[in-house]
């Protein structure tokens, strides 16, 4: 199931169209005119190395998070005892 660029050669609108198998031709969403140019698109490319990555990211983040948590916790704590 791509996703393919556009541009409408009447208005110039960009946009983007999943195209499945039953889809209809494309069609420029703001003036309705079906002469469209198609784009060149950039690609994503995801691999084992780039999602442990992201992964191991997250998991920092959530880990600063929850100490930051625990150590808000620790100060009500000890105020609340003061």
């Known amino acids: 199931m791509p996703i393919y660029e556009y541009a409408c050669r009447d208005c110039g609108h960009r946009f983007e169209y999943l195209t499945l198998a039953t889809s209809p031709r494309a069609e420029c969403p703001a003036c309705r005119n079906h002469d469209l140019e198609q784009l060149i698109s950039l690609s994503a490319v995801s691999s084992e190395a780039s999602r442990q990555t992201h992964l191991a990211r997250a998991h920092k983040k959530a880990a600063a998070v929850h ?6 916790d620790h100060k009500r704590l ?4 003061d």
């Open 78 to 81: 000890h105020q609340h005892y």
């Open 67 to 72: 100490n930051e948590k625990q150590h808000e």
